[in-house]
């Protein structure tokens, strides 16, 4: 399993990102997606995840400003970031899971800052 993350950049507070994942080597169907995030100095967080059948679930600072989608036969997984804010400056990954044998990937990381 081989992600690719991109997308993050710099912006300013209350700009958007979009970010993507596109996954190599996998049928996406069987593999519930992620996006995690990390700051420096803090642990890893859960930003979102996707199931196959589109069920969501969010972090709470995620709710209501970040929005989760994937798309099978692209094999892309996308975050969209609007309202963004300081304090959602962090590296950004995917996270791929396999919902039969439980098996996670992780891809390289994207870094996306906020500036004041």
């Known amino acids: 399993v081989q992600l690719q993350a991109s997308g993050g950049g710099l912006v300013q507070a209350g700009g958007s990102l979009r970010l993507s994942c596109v996954a190599s080597g996998i049928s996406l169907s069987r593999y519930i997606m992620a996006w995690y995030r990390q700051a420096p100095g803090k642990q890893r967080e859960l930003v979102a995840t996707?199931?196959?059948?589109?069920?969501?679930n969010y972090g709470d600072f995620a709710k209501g400003r970040f929005a989760i989608s994937r798309d099978n036969a692209k094999r892309t997984v996308d975050l969209q970031m609007n309202s963004l804010k300081p304090e959602d400056t962090a590296v950004y990954y995917c996270n791929s899971k396999n919902r039969y044998t439980g098996s996670t990937s992780w891809g390289q990381g994207t870094l996306v800052t906020v500036s004041s």
């Open positions: 996707i199931e196959n059948t589109g069920a969501t």
